[in-house]
Nanobody, 122 residues
């Protein structure tokens, strides 16, 4: 059974940093794609970053966010630096087990975590 559990969300001041974690179980990261999406109040869910054999970023976060994975821990991380108020959202990780092709199309992901809240405010 595929499960994803996010953690690391918090309240942080503008310019601050956070690291989100996505603990996966029921499959291995080696031959899969894992993406981070976010959803702000009143807005749709948007892709932020994805990792498979390579890493991909949306233009909104490129240069500020870094995605990485630890296959030994079956965990994907999202390091977020220089956070802005517009980064405030619930962040979700999503998986494409055994499909190592990244995508920012949410309907291509069948497995989702419960989300973790990131709030950037002074």
């Amino acid at each position: 059974q595929v499960q994803l559990v996010e953690s690391g969300g918090d309240l942080v001041q503008p310019g601050g940093s956070l690291r989100l974690s996505c603990q996966a179980s029921g499959f291995t990261l080696n031959y899969s794609a894992i993406a981070w999406f976010r959803q702000a109040p009143g807005k749709g869910r948007e892709g932020v970053s994805c990792i498979s054999n390579n890493a991909y970023y949306s233009e909104l976060v490129k240069g500020r966010f870094t995605i990485s994975k630890d296959n030994t821990k079956n965990t994907v991380y999202l390091q977020m630096n220089n956070l802005k108020p517009e980064d405030t959202a619930v962040y979700y990780c999503a998986a494409r087990p055994r499909q190592p092709l990244c995508s920012f199309l949410k309907w291509e992901y069948g497995s989702w975590g419960q989300g973790t809240q990131v709030t950037v405010s002074s």
